[in-house]
């Protein structure tokens, strides 16, 4: 058993999740998966979810499942080489494949999914199944199974290769950053208690009251807005050193104004330059049911440190302003009869200006990113069943609704009529 693959994928509860998917996986696709360390052992399966009759009495047999170890091994190292699916025939001649497992570098094992047949048994596969197993004296039972094993189309299996390659991706992501998380908790949590027991030695009585708070925090927010990253982490970390000292550790107290300042924070970050929709979608990440003022605290700066990120990619890009403040213009105006000319004449730019930036900023024309706009919202009036075709075609902007049509399936490759009965 690989300790350090226990550490990152069961001893922080990733195990739920893999166990959640593989089911669900499992389910859908009728393949079987399992999770084997770089030496080729198991060390997850599902326990209701058996292997093909096959493996089976493969593994039934002397040696049978030293074989089969060796196998993965041969796989799980060619998977992590590549760090990609590799598809392979185990020792008994089925075809399965190995996703690597890759934590920070290191390769940690791979989750083994298949047991099929990527064709029909040929004469060449009975040749070589009896080569394989003559001597197994389950032969007849095993040439039974054969039989009932799933031929799975090339398209299929890769489907599947990458399916479980896009989740364990993620699930080491996920690790990772758990993991990175706790390092920088422990790290804030001493930067806190120096800046706290410093608070703490102060005689005057500065950091002790919300009035001067108030005004930190007013600071910060200006640095936010700004993008001064340094200044904006130095009078955070100043800002819930005093806020401690005021709140005397009250937990609830704490939380409540940590989440207040979150909010503010949202606000100024968004006044920097961040979507107003990606703004809430990091708010929405505060847990309001953390009930110890280390993780309170950690999250709250973690949550500044999203903006903050999210501020100097925006600043990052000399243009991007300005293409902001024309996708507003479209997504306020899509529903009327605009053009490159309105939008261009509204942001007191010329036209080619601004096309020139959507093509550098967004890899599109002007029109295209309009385009998609409407049809965005045009599939969203689709799903009220009391909008006709036509009403959508004008609702979206399209003056003639047999256009809307053809430019609706270049999008999408159906009708909006054959979506809507899709959905009714």
């Known amino acids: 058993m690989n300790s350090a693959l226990e550490l990152d994928l069961t001893e922080i509860k990733e195990i739920a999740y893999l166990n959640d998917f593989l089911r669900s996986f499992f389910i859908a696709t009728g393949l079987y998966a399992e999770a084997v360390t770089q030496e080729g052992e198991t060390f997850y399966s599902l326990d209701d979810i058996s292997r093909c009759e096959f493996c089976s009495i493969i593994r039934g047999t002397p040696g049978g499942v030293r074989k089969c170890k060796e196998s993965y091994k041969r796989a799980a190292i060619e998977a992590a080489k590549w760090k990609e699916p590799y598809f392979f025939r185990c020792h008994a001649g089925l075809v399965m494949w190995a996703v690597p497992i890759i934590i920070r570098d290191n390769p940690m094992g791979s989750i083994i999914c298949g047991q099929v047949l990527l064709w029909k048994p040929d004469d060449f596969f009975w040749k070589e199944q009896e080569h394989f197993h003559s001597r197994n004296k389950n032969f007849d039972k095993l040439i039974v199974a054969v039989q009932k094993l799933e ?66 925090e007013q600071a910060l927010l200006s640095y936010i807005s700004l993008g001064d990253r340094a200044k904006a982490e130095s009078m955070f970390n100043t800002i819930f050193a005093d806020l401690f000292i005021i709140t005397k550790g009250r937990v609830e107290e704490i939380k409540q104004r940590a989440f207040e300042l979150c909010c503010l924070v949202s606000r100024s970050a968004v006044e920097g330059g961040v979507d107003a929709e990606r703004a809430m979608e990091i708010l929405d990440e505060y847990d309001l049911k953390a009930s110890d003022v280390t993780t309170v605290l950690f999250q709250a700066k973690k949550i500044l440190e999203y903006y903050l990120d999210d501020i100097f990619a925006f600043t990052n890009k ?77 609702m979206v902007g399209f003056k003639y609704s047999s256009y809307f049509v053809r430019v609706f399936k270049q999008h999408t490759g159906i009708t909006p009529l054959a979506y809507r009965n899709k959905l009714f």
């Open 151 to 216: 031929v799975v189309s090339a398209e299929r299996a890769q489907a599947a290769a990458d399916l479980l390659f896009i989740v364990v991706n993620h699930i080491v992501k996920r690790n990772v950053r758990t993991l990175e998380d706790i390092d920088r908790s422990n790290k804030v949590q001493q930067e806190l208690r120096q800046k706290m027991e410093r608070a703490g030695k102060d005689t005057g009585s500065e950091a002790r009251h919300y009035e001067t708070y108030i005004k930190k």
């Open 318 to 394: 000399k243009h991007l302003g300005m293409v902001k403040r024309a996708r507003e213009f479209i997504l306020d105006n899509y529903s009327q009869p605009i053009k490159v000319e309105d939008i261009s004449a509204a942001l007191y730019i010329s036209s080619s200006h601004l096309s020139r930036l959507f093509r550098q900023e967004l890899n599109c024309t002007v029109l295209e990113y309009l385009t998609r706009v409407r049809i965005v919202k045009a599939i969203e009036l689709l799903k009220r069943n009391e909008n006709s075709v036509q009403d959508v075609s004008k």
